[in-house]
């Protein structure tokens, strides 16, 4: 046992935990912990990022990537607020993230002091836990509840904040091994088992809905395998992404307001919905009393607040998904649905993803990262229109190759996210697919990208328009563009290359394989700026409020 000050032993405690990569900005109060992580730059890689908004999404994308918990620091005051944004979305998505603060001493809390925030108050609706450390005595034992925290059940993010004057403080430190994870179990009940069987033995149109839980829990191997026995079409939220490969030939693509008519047509003529760790928002619902109105529904998840809370369910089973469907894989003999697959096959025929391929489109742009990646890459997004193509056009094979802020919808959070998937995943392709308005909101993140040599792809999908909201003022505002039109003289190429990235600009479909497959090639920061049309549109889309059996697109409009 050794005798080490409160900072030492924050980093003592990163190592014991396996933290290689941390994310952050310093300032006065956590200085202490900046000056004892200088003396460990062997083993923890620092990233100074260009904000702390950034350096919280950094490590919300270096936990999505990799599977483990991600770390980012900020001092009080605004740079503890700062970070809020990033906790949120870690929040609304249950990602493992642990962010540390320190605060003004114990001696100076309450009196308003210089950067003094009750970050702790701040942070309690958007956390899974958070602390304030004010005795040294208590500090190792915080930071290691707080990474159990992260981890356990349903994951989300941890903030532990600590006085100034305990990062100074001297203490006994021993270093003790991380107390294992284990996958929640006790609580799958045999009778919920044995009702969960028995619906799906007599359902004749069973219909799989996955959402985040079955990537967060790694069940894809299972889910494949439970998809194939009991022969049912698989769709999926925007979070469940990659759970259920897309080339599947069970798949039939995203549910909800910009999912595929086959999903949103087959869940409402399904006799029984299977839910795979999703929470039923409300962009997957739509009209929530509409919603697979024909089905029994039948919901797996690991948080039992989550059944019942926003559609009525017949039935549940309250676990890791992982383990409930590796049991109920277990106990089911193959089911034949036949008849109900090949409906879903006329139905894919019928009613396909259409995009004009005559000129360079958002659509266009997805499936050429698609194929000059061949599905082989880790996606990054920001929030709006090339959000939704990129989960309507892109091939997700394995779970962890989308990260993108489903709950909060956070603008500016994919740039930090894509450093910080590419931190933790050195091997893999790392894209961010940005809209112009978002990457307006985190382009200062291409700074910390060039700063040390961070390989990312930012794919700016530019039509000088809040595009999303745009397209909701031509279908419901009566074409009144109020504050959606950037444009402007901003050059994207010029900013980028003055922080140091290598830039292009594609404005025909023909420029775009080319240019990605050698900014991909050079392994530096690179921007590409794609032209395309302010009226380029997302389809299907399912109206606001109503049943996403209303699922419309283009030439629906036509029509009417």
């Known amino acids: 046992m050794s005798k080490l000050t409160?900072?030492?032993?924050?980093?003592?405690?990163?190592?014991?935990?396996?933290?290689?990569?941390?994310?952050?900005?310093p300032g006065g109060s956590i200085l202490n912990i900046y000056d004892a992580l200088y003396q460990h730059q062997d083993e923890i890689t620092h990233i100074l990022t260009s904000h702390e908004q950034g350096a919280a999404h950094a490590a919300d994308g270096y936990a999505r990537a990799t599977g483990k918990v991600g770390v980012c620091l900020a001092t009080s005051g605004p740079g503890a607020t700062n970070l809020v944004t990033g906790i949120a979305t870690a929040y609304m998505d249950s990602v493992p993230v642990v962010a540390i603060t320190c605060n003004v001493t114990n001696s100076l809390l309450g009196k308003d002091s210089f950067q003094e925030i009750d970050i702790t108050g701040v942070t309690m609706p958007i956390t899974k836990y958070n602390f304030i450390v004010k005795d040294v005595n208590r500090l190792a034992t915080v930071?290691?509840?707080?990474?159990?925290?992260?981890?356990?059940?349903?994951?989300?993010?941890v903030l532990v904040d600590i006085t100034k004057d305990v990062t100074a403080a001297p203490c006994e430190y021993e270093r003790e091994e991380p107390e294992e994870i284990v996958r929640q179990s006790d609580t799958i009940r045999e009778e919920d088992m044995e009702r969960a069987i028995e619906i799906i033995r007599k359902s004749k149109q069973?219909?799989?809905?996955?959402?985040?839980?079955?990537?967060?829990?790694?069940?894809?191997?299972?889910?494949?395998?439970?998809?194939?026995?009991?022969?049912?079409p698989v769709a999926d939220s925007l979070m469940g992404k990659g759970a259920f490969d897309g080339c599947d030939e069970l798949y039939t693509g995203m549910v909800g307001m910009h999912g595929t008519k086959t999903s949103n047509f087959g869940i409402t003529e399904a006799d029984l919905l299977i839910v795979v760790g999703a929470r039923f928002s409300d962009r997957?619902?739509?009209?929530?009393?509409?919603?697979?109105?024909?089905?029994?529904?039948?919901?797996?998840?690991i948080d039992p607040a989550e059944i019942n809370k926003n559609i009525k369910v017949d039935a549940s089973v309250i676990g890791d998904v992982k383990v409930i469907l590796r049991k109920l894989n277990a106990r089911l003999d193959p089911i034949n649905h036949d008849e109900w697959i090949a409906h879903i096959e006329r139905m894919k025929d019928m009613y396909p993803l259409r995009y004009d391929k005559n000129m360079l489109t958002g659509p266009f742009i997805i499936q050429t990262v698609n194929e000059v990646t061949q599905g082989d890459a880790v996606i990054v997004t920001e929030v709006g229109q090339h959000q939704m193509w990129a989960a309507q056009y892109y091939n997700y094979r394995?779970?962890?190759?989308?990260?993108?802020?489903?709950?909060?919808?956070?603008?500016?959070?994919?740039?930090?996210?894509?450093?910080?998937?590419?931190?933790?995943?050195?091997?893999?392709?790392?894209?961010?697919?940005?809209?112009?308005?978002?990457?307006?909101m985190n382009m200062n993140e291409i700074a910390t990208a060039t700063r040390y040599n961070i390989p990312v792809?930012?794919?700016?999908?530019?039509?000088?328009?809040?595009?999303?909201?745009?397209?909701?003022?031509?279908?419901?505002?009566?074409?009144?563009?109020?504050?959606?039109?950037?444009?402007?003289?901003?050059?994207?190429?010029?900013?980028?290359?003055?922080?140091g990235a290598k830039a292009y600009r594609v404005t025909q479909k023909e420029e775009l394989e080319p240019t990605l497959r050698e900014a991909i090639s050079l392994n530096v920061p690179v921007v590409i700026d794609c032209q395309i049309s302010c009226d380029d549109k997302v389809f299907p889309m399912v109206s606001p409020g109503a049943p996403i059996a209303d699922a419309f697109d283009d030439t629906d409009l036509k029509i009417n």
Request: proline content about 2%.
């Open 284 to 301: 997957v619902t739509g009209n929530a009393s509409k919603f697979a109105k024909n089905a029994k529904i039948l919901q797996l998840d």
């Open 398 to 440: 394995q779970p962890r190759t989308l990260l993108t802020s489903g709950g909060l919808g956070t603008m500016g959070y994919g740039l930090g996210a894509a450093i910080g998937a590419k931190m933790g995943c050195r091997d893999k392709t790392v894209i961010n697919i940005a809209g112009d308005g978002c990457f307006r």
């Open 206 to 232: 069973p219909f799989i809905f996955v959402g985040g839980g079955a990537v967060l829990s790694n069940a894809a191997e299972e889910l494949r395998a439970f998809a194939h026995k009991i022969q049912a």
């Open 457 to 499: 792809v930012e794919l700016i999908v530019n039509n000088h328009v809040l595009g999303m909201v745009r397209q909701w003022q031509t279908l419901f505002y009566g074409k009144r563009y109020s504050q959606t039109i950037l444009n402007d003289s901003v050059d994207f190429v010029k900013l980028a290359e003055a922080m």
């Open 143 to 157: 930071i290691r509840r707080a990474f159990t925290i992260a981890q356990t059940g349903r994951p989300g993010p």
């Open 6 to 25: 409160g900072a030492e032993i924050v980093v003592e405690c990163l190592k014991e935990q396996g933290v290689d990569t941390v994310f952050g900005y």
